[in-house]
């Protein structure tokens, strides 16, 4: 029980980062574009090394090649999907009706991501060694920069800071409640391991490389790569020495 509580704690630890990201805007409103595309670039280097020093090689530990393969296509797949169902144009004007509807859209959709990486968390702790901590830091790093989507068009839409703080902690609620759902799977058959871990990898991977890499880098280039760079060197040493 002991343990269970520690994987669920870790996962609202994960979750609850969009709440922080939504504090950040409320108190100092919008970042910089140097100070965002450093931070996205750090999150997506972060969520790459993850995905290719831990989440790839785990999956085949645990399952054959296929089974990787289809567990890789079906977290892009499934990414693609929410991107597909939660797409919205850009506001138009300064209604606030208008930035409303994209906040509780932004917020609907970080929902949605937050239940499959809720389950990469909990195949992550059932994976022996640090890969769950791992996962639960690169999803809160990649969390800060969703909260902070989601409160600056709610704010701008008239919601008082504490209604905006409260739809983020709903959302960041998600997370740990996913993560139960990947503990019930992977407990019920150790089958489920091996496509979970690749699903996170692919999920992770078009986050990356859809989301993250592009905002950064149209923002500021040299600050994204920087972060890129510093998110691969800081999941390398933790591997090297945890």
Same mark, same amino acid.
């Given at each position: 029980?002991?343990?269970?509580?520690?994987?669920?704690?870790?996962?609202?630890?994960?979750?609850?980062?969009?709440?922080?990201?939504?504090?950040?805007?409320?108190?100092?409103?919008?970042?910089?574009?140097?100070?965002?595309?450093?931070?996205?670039?750090?999150?997506?280097?972060?969520?790459?090394?993850?995905?290719?020093?831990?989440?790839?090689?785990?999956?085949?530990?645990?399952?054959?090649?296929?089974?990787?393969?289809?567990?890789?296509?079906?977290?892009?797949?499934?990414?693609?999907?929410?991107?597909?169902?939660?797409?919205?144009?850009?506001?138009?004007?300064?209604?606030?009706?208008?930035?409303?509807?994209?906040?509780?859209?932004?917020?609907?959709?970080?929902?949605?991501?937050? +239940?499959?990486?809720? #389950?990469?968390?909990?195949?992550?702790?059932?994976?022996?060694?640090? /890969?769950? @901590? $791992? !996962? *639960?830091? &690169?999803?809160?790093?990649?969390?800060?920069?969703?909260?902070?989507?989601?409160?600056?068009?709610?704010?701008?839409?008239?919601?008082s800071p504490l209604?905006?703080?409260?739809?983020?902690?709903?959302?960041?609620?998600?997370?740990? +409640?996913?993560?139960? #759902?990947?503990?019930?799977?992977?407990?019920t058959s150790p089958?489920? /391991?091996? @496509? $979970? !871990? *690749?699903? &996170?990898?692919?999920?992770?991977?078009?986050?990356?490389?859809?989301?993250?890499?592009?905002?950064?880098?149209?923002?500021?280039?040299?600050?994204?790569?920087?972060?890129?760079?510093?998110?691969?060197?800081?999941?390398?040493?933790?591997?090297?020495?945890?």
């Open positions: 029980m002991n343990i269970l509580t520690s994987v669920l704690l870790m996962a609202l630890f994960a979750g609850l980062s969009t709440c922080l990201g939504a504090m950040l805007v409320l108190i100092w409103g919008r970042p910089g574009r140097r100070s965002f595309s450093l931070f996205s670039g750090l999150a997506a280097g972060v969520m790459l090394a993850v995905v290719l020093l831990d989440l790839i090689p785990a999956s085949l530990r645990h399952g054959s090649a296929t089974q990787g393969l289809l567990g890789f296509t079906a977290g892009i797949l499934l990414m693609v999907a929410l991107d597909l169902f939660l797409s919205s144009e850009s506001p138009v004007g300064n209604w606030n009706y208008t930035y409303l509807k994209m906040g509780y859209l932004i917020a609907a959709g970080i929902a949605l991501h937050d +239940l499959p990486e809720g #389950l990469a968390i909990a195949a992550g702790f059932v994976e022996p060694g640090h /890969l769950g @901590p $791992l !996962l *639960a830091l &690169a999803i809160a790093l990649h969390n800060i920069p969703e909260g902070m989507a989601t409160a600056a068009p709610l704010a701008a839409g008239g919601l209604v905006v703080l409260f739809l983020n902690g709903l959302v960041s609620l998600v997370t740990p +409640l996913g993560c139960w #759902l990947g503990l019930l799977l992977t407990h089958l489920f /391991l091996s @496509p $979970l !871990l *690749a699903m &996170a990898a692919g999920a992770m991977a078009y986050i990356v490389k859809a989301k993250l890499l592009p905002e950064c880098l149209r923002l500021h280039p040299p600050m994204a790569y920087l972060g890129l760079f510093g998110g691969i060197v800081l999941v390398f040493f933790l591997n090297l020495f945890f």
